[in-house]
């Protein structure tokens, strides 16, 4: 029998297609890119799992089979089903679509997760919160300094929510900091209401159709580690948070200035910090610095260069004396030697760079 002070299931959505994150992307779904060493989509699973979660519901539909390859051979300790989408269904149609995968009574609380989300937030006290405010809907909530980029969610001085604005245009909307984090507790009962079969954006239709059905939605303020991994930056930032123990996991391999996985091969005098990972198979040479960066499997970062605040796609390499800072290389691209890359440049993987003119100390 259910146990109230227990959640069982929840419902993950991994089905968008990170086009803020390509071309990283369009090999590998968001959620599936290793973030401090293993697929990002399994911190918050085992998340879920040491906050009591049995069982999840992997709602898919961009790039689907790469999620059904991992999990079949993956033992996260939690039942983990997978749910996919013909077509993405949006927010809301990929949670209603995950109804008939569900096992839960209509009054028990299901636990939704965006699945590009980085945070600390204490589970068992939102669902218990939502248990004791017998709410409809509960929202996790927290505050950032600019909030256009995400859904606002203002609440009275009971907590409870007054209205959802998912990414406001204009000065009036902006009327809180207090955003929607990307998790939240649904009443089973409450998924059954999203129509079936068509697209349905949960933060613009079904929380702004709850508030004007009267529903009880209310929120909970957390304000400890959170992040959305959507864009590089955020992306490289979580995994070094998570490399040096500031952002919460149960899945970072260890905890350290660096993540050097099995199988890297890291110079003796090569620099390597800031929670930089250097995936497996990877290499990096003679006096190259690498601070603040991602290092996807095989890549390869040749003698001398300088990687920061980048994400250096599988298979890779960097030619000897480049410079990236918040640059993004695409899976099996190859950038000559000498180049300088930097701000938001994306290289496309298996695009070639010619050799560029920046000088190394090893070339005077
Ligand atoms: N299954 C499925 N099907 N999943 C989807 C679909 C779909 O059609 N569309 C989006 N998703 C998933 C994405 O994979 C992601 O994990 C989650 O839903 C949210 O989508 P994003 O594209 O990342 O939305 P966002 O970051 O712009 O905004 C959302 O997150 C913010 C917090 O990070 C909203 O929920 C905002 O209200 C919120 O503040
Ligand atoms: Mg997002």
Redesign the pocket.
Known sequence: MWHPSRVTEAV?????????LRPLTINT???MLPVAGVPFTVHQITRARDAGVTRIV?????KAEVFRAFIDDADLGIEVVI???D?????G???R??LPFLESGPDEPVLI?????LSGVHLEGLVAHHRDTASDVTLYLTPVED?R?????PTDHDGRVTA?L??PKTAEEIVTNN????CYVFRRGLIDTIPAGR?V???RETFPGLLAADALVTGVVDKGYWL?L?TPLSFVQGSCDLVLGAAPSPAVPSIGDFLELPGAQVSPDAQVHSGSVIGSGAVVGSGAIVNGAVVFDGAEIAEGAHVVNSIVGVGAVVGAGSVLRGAVIGDGAVIGRGNELLDGVRVWPGAELADGSVRFSSDA
């Open positions: 993950l959505l991994v089905g968008g297609q990170g086009t803020r779904p968001k959620p992997l709602a898919t539909s961009y749910a996919t989408e077509e993405p269904l949006g927010t149609g990929a949670i679509h995950a997760f965006n699945g590009d989300v909030p980029a995400y859904g606002l969610v959802f998912e990414k955003i929607n984090a990307g697209p954006s949960v933060e959305d959507g």
